[in-house]
């Protein structure tokens, strides 16, 4: 019988940041204690900053398809996906070695939308890892800068709904690259009316005022119906050059997942008794009477007292 372990799937369009996520939240939870494992997924990913410890290139890559098949770089994608479907048992395999070990799992998915909006084999691929007693939440990054244009954000919420109701994972949306957020102009409303996707209505507004989507405002303001009578689609933020960022979006994931629920980790709920635990002693009560002492300070002393 397979052990329960946990892990994330993180996706999202190209050029959101997943790859770089996957090295940083590695980096991060290991110098908290945990036995992380990479997973690359995305059969078109050759420039890694790290070396995943699971490949998918050991099996099937997109050049050599593109080749041999003379598809194109969607379609050679789509056929990559869905042969490692069919041949998830080699991928399984390797990841049994892992999951004895009781490691955390991280999944580099790639990041072609229609995977995860309509097409099937990344859903039954995750239902396979399901099956193998993961205890998975879905990761979806997006760039932050959609924020700066109304009809741009619309097809985000549109997309990240699609991939939650395809997905059916617990779901985690986030707005990446948070340090850039307003590198294209000031944003029109609070970042709150973003993360909590507030009354959309308003957008509505900035699409008439533009001359191209000023046409297609009726169809903004359907979709924008579908968006609110669902009413699923909210965001997280994260920075990943900041540790206070990482921390709270990772609190996110493992309330989702279950890891704090799971019986594998004896970290609390409250940040600086989890902080504690990983280092092996309480923080509280090493600090000065009514010191002004940052997470951002406590992050530092933990991983830095890691051997």
């Known amino acids: 019988m397979s052990k329960t372990v946990f892990g994330q799937i993180v996706i999202g369009p190209p050029g959101s940041g997943k790859t770089t996520y996957c090295g940083a939240i590695k980096e991060f939870l290991s110098g908290v204690g945990r036995k992380v494992v990479i997973v690359n997924m995305d059969p078109a990913n050759e420039t890694m900053p790290f070396t995943p410890d699971v490949d998918i290139f050991d099996l099937i890559n997109l050049t050599d398809v593109m080749d041999k098949l003379k598809l194109g770089p969607n379609g050679g994608l789509l056929y990559c996906m869905e042969f490692l479907e069919k041949n998830f048992e080699v991928i399984e395999t390797k990841l049994k070695a892992f999951q004895e070990q009781e490691c955390y799992f991280i999944f580099d998915f790639p990041g072609q939308v229609e995977l995860y909006t309509h097409h099937d084999s990344v859903k039954n691929i995750i239902e396979s890892l399901i099956k193998l007693d993961f205890r998975l939440a879905a990761v979806h990054l997006v760039d932050s800068h959609y924020c700066n244009d109304a009809a741009k954000f619309i097809s985000v919420l549109l997309t990240s709904l699609s991939t ?144």
């Open 164 to 307: 939650m109701l395809q997905i059916a994972l617990p779901h985690i949306n986030v707005l990446s690259k948070m340090d850039l957020i307003e590198k294209y102009g000031k944003l029109a409303f609070s970042l709150d009316y973003y993360t909590d996707v507030l009354d959309l209505n308003y957008l509505l507004q900035d699409v008439k005022e533009n001359e191209f989507m000023k046409k297609f405002t009726s169809l903004n303001e359907a979709l924008i119906g579908v968006i609110q009578d669902y009413s699923l689609v909210s965001f997280n933020t994260l920075d990943v050059q900041r540790k206070e960022s990482m921390l709270k979006l990772m609190q996110v994931i493992d309330k989702a997942n279950g890891y704090f629920y799971g019986g594998l980790s004896t970290e609390g709920d409250d940040v600086m008794q989890m902080m504690s635990n990983a280092v092996g002693s309480d923080l509280r009560f090493n600090q000065p009477p009514n010191s002004d002492f940052s997470i951002e300070q406590v992050m530092e002393e933990m991983i830095n007292a890691k051997p």
